[in-house]
């Protein structure tokens, strides 16, 4: 199984951290460790801004719960 098919698996932070180190090595100066660093980019920054999206609708729901009947009410 390769690393793109394992990012559904990992975690949130896994993925930052996995997206934070092929950032840096794309900027290096190997070329092997570059070219797979740019390989697994676009994939590791889909995957991150996606698991955003999902924590900001979460909390963005939360709040909306978390608000008293009669303001919610108000707000829709």
Known sequence: MSL???IP???DEDVINLLANAKRLAAGDDERQKAAAEALLPALE???EERHAERLA???AKRLAARKPGRAAAAA
């Open 4 to 6: 793109i098919e394992k």
């Open 9 to 11: 698996e990992l975690s």
């Open 46 to 48: 889909a995957a991150a």
């Open 58 to 60: 979460r909390a963005q």
